[in-house]
């Protein structure tokens, strides 16, 4: 396994992993653009000191990915490095590939003076036991996400009252 920058030929390869990702994810009920997550992929390749991607290798063919960017806290110039996205194929998970890809964004983000790491859970996917690892990683719980659909779906875009 190799865990490496993704490069211009990789493109295509992560962009329909993404799709695999988008299938099985909370977001499913939205469409894939593949075209815009084309030029956000691309962004990984051409701007490197903001955009922070890694691809895992095996044998040739791409099997798993993570990618961030870093932004300054909204409250100081100090440097934060955040995940958008971190997937691998069913057969690739639950080994040691997801460790090396989170630990080569976050040399990525110390090398460019990170602060903090963040990584986030978002997808729907495995929540419990993905979280257990980041614990596992070093990292610390110290938030959640809360959702509502608002697109008139039964019984998510109902008013609520709050007395």
């Given at each position: 396994m190799v865990i490496r920058p993704p490069g211009s030929a990789d493109v295509d390869a992560i962009v329909d992993m993404g799709e695999r990702m988008h299938r099985e994810s909370v977001y499913a009920f939205l469409p894939y653009n593949r075209e815009k997550v084309q030029r956000l992929f691309r962004a990984f390749v051409d701007h490197p000191e903001t955009w922070g991607g890694f691809v895992a290798e095996d044998d040739g063919k791409i099997v798993g990915m993570i990618g961030g960017y870093l932004t300054d806290y909204f409250f100081c110039d100090e440097k934060l490095a955040s995940d958008m996205i971190l997937f691998l194929d069913q057969p690739y998970r639950g080994g040691l590939t997801s460790g090396r890809l989170?630990?080569?964004?976050?040399?990525?983000?110390i090398e460019r003076g990170a602060r903090e790491l963040c990584l986030g859970i978002s997808t729907g996917i495995n929540i419990d036991s993905i979280g257990r690892f980041y614990e596992h990683m070093g990292m610390t719980r110290v938030g959640a996400v809360y959702k509502r659909r608002l697109d008139g779906e039964a019984g998510t875009n109902e008013a609520r009252r709050f007395t």
């Open positions: 989170i630990r080569a964004f976050e040399q990525w983000a």
